[in-house]
Structures are given as structure tokens and as C-alpha cells.
């Protein structure tokens, strides 16, 4: 059964940093690149970073390059998003997903992230 768990949201003021983690459980995370999403109140859930299967390539959306960071962990099956001078806008529930048809469909709880002065 496929599982994904995020955690390490907070509440935070402009400037501060997060880090976030998502354990994976349920197939063979090294075999996929894997991404997180964020979605704030009122907006459509959007793409923030990516990676592929050993860490070679990342992407990022480009409101949060230069700030965020996405790495992971393939002993822990742990992909993890390092959030640094965060923003008012970067407000949001953080989920990870599996870049795969086949698990695409798989969500977990996400993770509040706040930032509030």
C-alpha cells in the first residue's frame, strides 16, 4: 500500500526557514523522481520542485528558485524540501507525489506551512 507522509510545517515570519520531509512507503522509491506540490486557500494546487530517482536533476517553479531546495534520501525512502527566506505567499499545505502514472493518484496529509509576521 502506497503511503506518503509529510511533515515539518509550521508557522513561521518572513525570512525563516523550513524544512520538510515526506516518508515514502509502499514501492520502490528509487525507482521515481518525485515532486512537491503546494496548495494555498482559494487556488489550484501547484508544482513546486522536483527530483529525479538519484538526485541528478531538479526543477523548480520559479517563484521559489534561489529559495527552496528539493533532496532526498533513498535509504530512508525520504524526499525532503529545504524552504529558506520564506515568504508571506509561500503559505500553503505541501504535499509530495510520485512522478508516475501508476501512483500518480496518491496523496497524503500534507503539511500546513504559515508564514505570518
Known amino acids: 500500500q502506497v503511503q506518503l507522509v509529510e511533515s515539518g510545517g509550521g508557522l513561521v515570519q518572513p525570512g525563516e526557514s523550513l524544512r520538510l520531509s515526506c516518508a515514502a512507503s509502499?514501492?520502490?522509491?528509487?525507482?521515481?523522481?518525485m515532486s512537491w506540490y503546494r496548495q494555498a486557500p482559494g487556488k489550484e494546487r501547484e508544482l513546486v520542485a522536483t527530483i529525479t530517482e538519484f538526485g541528478g536533476s531538479t526543477n523548480y517553479e520559479d517563484s521559489v528558485k534561489g529559495r527552496f531546495t528539493i533532496s532526498r534520501d533513498n535509504a530512508k525512502n525520504t524526499v525532503y524540501l529545504q524552504m529558506n527566506s520564506l515568504k508571506l505567499e509561500d503559505t500553503a499545505v505541501y504535499y509530495c507525489?510520485?512522478?508516475?502514472?501508476?501512483?500518480?493518484?496518491?496523496w497524503g496529509q500534507g503539511t500546513q506551512v504559515t508564514v505570518s509576521s
Open positions: 507525489n510520485i512522478n508516475s502514472l501508476r501512483f500518480r493518484r496518491y
Open positions: 509502499g514501492f520502490t522509491f528509487s525507482r521515481y523522481a
